[in-house]
Each structure stands twice: as structure tokens, then as C-alpha cells.
């Protein structure tokens, strides 16, 4: 994969995982042709991976943060007014810029630039512009619409009971896990 390619990748897909596995795309596992056992770096292909997600994290249609799961994320422009008008609904050092810098004697140094510092004027308007509709159908699967959120609070609160009183009736087993790949495939199209 190119750098040019890689870029597409991530425009096309919105959300991206660096190299984790999560419940959006990995660009490293793209990059190898399926999952990578171990440190990606290790990997046939660690060089390429490198390659790819430097320039991506070099592009300014890009923003580097900890967004999925505290994993290095990438993140389109064209996504950025939806994050921007949701942001209320992620830790908000998820949403922090990040990169590393190289130091003068060749060590990498982590930085960050917190939200909404790095948000360009025009996204912020643009964010303005957005129904929570629009942002919610943007970010897709990623996020609970806002009054699935207060019914998922509300479910944990009161657990539910089954048959003789047990929590998690046999009939909703593995129901979460399922919800979770539905969510994840409707992301991915």
C-alpha cells in the first residue's frame, strides 16, 4: 500500500485504527492482508506499515488521537464536524491531538493538543450547521444515538431478571456481542 493509498483508506472508512484491533478498521492489518500476531513491527511488512502511517499521520485530512478504545486512531477531515458536534459523548482526552516530535538527539517525544484547540474555524461552523441527527448518521456505528444512550444507562441501573430471578436471561447471551458487530459492519460500508 502507498502512502496515497493508505490516505484513501482512511477517507473511505472515516475511522481508523493505527495498528490496534478494535471496532473499526486497522490500517496495519490492511497493510499485512489480515490480522498480525504480535508487535506489527516484527511483521514482514512492518516497514511498509511505518511508511504509511507516517504519511497519514503527516496529512492535514487527518487527525491522530486515542478516539477507539485509547488506541492510536485516525480520524478524516470530512468526520470532523460530527466528532466536533458528539464530543460531549467521548473522554475528552480521547479527542486530543496527538504526534510524536524527533529531539535533537534523535529521541521521539509525545505530544498532544487538546480539544477543541486544534479544531479549525470552518469545522467548528460546520459542526455548528449539524443536526445531532446528521453528526450521529456520519459517525455511524461508532456512537449510541443520544436516547439510546440515557436507555443504556438506565438498563445498567436496573439489571434485568429472568426466570427464577437470574440476571441475563439465557435468551440474551452473546445479544451485546452481536449488537456490537452489527454496529461495527454498518461502520465499515
Not at 41 to 69: M, N, P, T
Not at 74 to 101: D, G, N
Not at 160 to 178: D, E, H, I, L, Y
Request: charge should be positive; hydrophobic fraction near 40%; glycine fraction near 10%.
Amino acid at each position: 500500500m502507498t502512502p496515497k493509498q493508505g490516505l484513501a483508506y482512511v477517507k473511505r472508512h472515516g475511522i481508523v485504527l493505527q495498528a490496534a484491533r478494535g471496532p473499526v478498521p486497522s490500517l496495519a492489518e490492511a497493510i499485512a492482508g489480515g490480522p498480525i500476531r504480535g508487535s506489527w513491527w516484527g511483521h514482514a511488512k512492518g516497514a511498509e506499515i511505518y511508511r504509511v502511517a507516517d504519511a497519514i499521520s503527516e496529512s492535514d485530512e487527518v487527525l491522530v488521537c486515542r478516539l477507539v478504545e485509547g488506541k492510536v486512531t485516525f480520524v478524516h477531515r470530512r468526520l470532523w464536524p460530527a466528532l466536533v458536534k458528539l464530543a460531549a459523548r467521548f473522554p475528552r482526552e480521547r479527542l486530543a491531538k496527538i504526534w510524536e516530535e524527533h529531539t535533537e538527539t534523535g529521541a521521539h517525544r509525545s505530544r498532544s493538543l487538546a480539544f477543541p484547540e486544534w479544531v479549525p474555524a470552518q469545522v467548528l461552523r460546520e459542526a455548528e450547521t449539524l443536526s445531532l441527527i446528521d453528526a450521529e448518521t456520519l459517525l455511524g456505528a461508532f456512537v449510541q444515538p443520544h436516547g439510546a444512550q440515557r436507555q443504556a444507562k438506565s438498563r445498567q441501573q436496573a439489571p434485568s431478571t429472568g426466570a427464577g430471578g437470574a440476571s441475563n436471561p439465557a435468551g440474551r447471551r452473546g445479544a451485546g456481542k452481536r449488537a456490537a458487530r452489527r454496529r461495527a459492519s454498518r461502520f465499515r460500508q
